[in-house]
């Protein structure tokens, strides 16, 4: 008997901290409607997100915007991307303009120079590996939803 207590103290204890499979499920409905709820709290770059789980090395996120944002870099993190609704060009590699530390590990710049662009839209995917300059460019008027998987090496 005191075996099952022990048990189910310790289920119980693993489950209380989001313990379990680390199985998690986003359906297209939940993303989209996550995205309507982010455009409400867009911040002054048009953007906004939030983070839905953390697991190990893995923090996934959904993100709405509707501005082009600033150029990233990320010394630990690479960024993989699943785009849900709206169109983007991302703009990769190259040089980071006017470039700024913005916190450990990550850097900020007014744009690019030098990199490589690729239109993405829905259903696309993009993984872009930590290190490399990356920056979302948004035609006026546009607007994008996107799932972001963030994976420390």
Known sequence: MMRIVIAFAAVMAFAAQGGGTGVHVWTSTDLAAKGKVLAQKLDVQKSANEVLATEGNRRFMVAHREGSGLAEWHEKEADVMFFSAGSITMIYGGTIVDEKTTAPGER???????????KLGAGDVLHIPAKVPHQMVLAPGAQVTYFVTKVVE
């Not at 900020?108 to 690729?118: A, C, F, H």
């Open 108 to 118: 900020r710049g007014t744009s690019i120079k030098g990199g490589t662009e690729v």
